[in-house]
T-cell receptor
């Protein structure tokens, strides 16, 4: 079983819609959870981190964490073409483990 | 966010040569840095954890003698790919770890180095 799994995608959404990204993890002791955005040919850029159960909002982004279900998600509201990228979920237990990523395409 | 630089950004070399990649944390001291490798359309794979003043910790399957890591100062870690071969061609990304003030931590990534071995 992979440590971090993301919905495979690709995910295509119209401009202005909500993009929903999901991630599950296997290590129940994981404490830190991150969402990174990676444009093609570039390195990952941190979007959000979350440590506690519940929601965390930052601008158009909302991260949701449910440790009991070992589930973390990212919502992108009012999606823009510039949001088109691969989104990586990362979970820290002793080290940071990455999911395979979900590619999001926002259609103008 | 914090700034992490990498040099060079792109390198093309002949098979059998060695290539050194530098990773610098520009605005904070990083006791721990990480080296990742990413193949096309794949996720990041951790190669090793680099701790200042001590030996690096390599992930299973990563050859220590092939990927030499040195973390001589709190702002600089280097990765040397020795006797590079075409299968070593990849996107190498470093990151630096910095504790946050919220009881957690963040990893800031460098821009990456695209290595092509002919």
């Amino acid at each position: 079983q992979k440590e971090v799994e993301q919905n495979s995608g690709p995910l295509s959404v119209p401009e202005g819609a909500i993009a929903s990204l999901n991630c599950t993890y296997s290590d129940r002791g994981s404490q830190s959870f991150f969402w990174y955005r990676q444009y093609s040919g570039k390195s990952p850029e941190l979007i959000m981190f979350i440590y506690s159960n519940g929601d965390k909002e930052d601008g158009r982004f909302t991260a949701q964490l449910n440790k009991a279900s070992q589930y973390v998600s990212l919502l992108i509201r009012d999606s823009q073409p510039s949001d088109s990228a691969t989104y990586l979920c990362a979970v820290r237990y002793y080290k940071l483990s990455f999911g395979a990523g979900t590619t999001v395409t926002v259609r103008a | 966010g914090a700034v992490v630089s990498q040099h060079p950004s792109r390198v093309i070399c002949k098979s059998g040569t060695s290539v050194k990649i530098e990773c610098r944390s520009l605005d904070f001291q990083a006791t721990t840095m990480f080296w990742y490798r990413q193949f096309p359309k794949k996720s990041l794979m951790l190669m090793a954890t680099s701790n200042e003043g001590s030996k690096a910790t390599y992930e299973q399957g990563v050859e220590k003698d092939k990927f030499l890591i040195n973390h001589a100062s709190l702002t600089l870690s280097t990765l040397t790919v020795t006797s590079a071969h075409p299968e070593d061609s990849s996107f190498y990304i470093c990151s630096a770890y910095r504790p946050t003030g919220q009881g957690g931590d963040e990893q800031f990534f460098g821009p990456g180095t695209r290595l092509t071995v002919l």
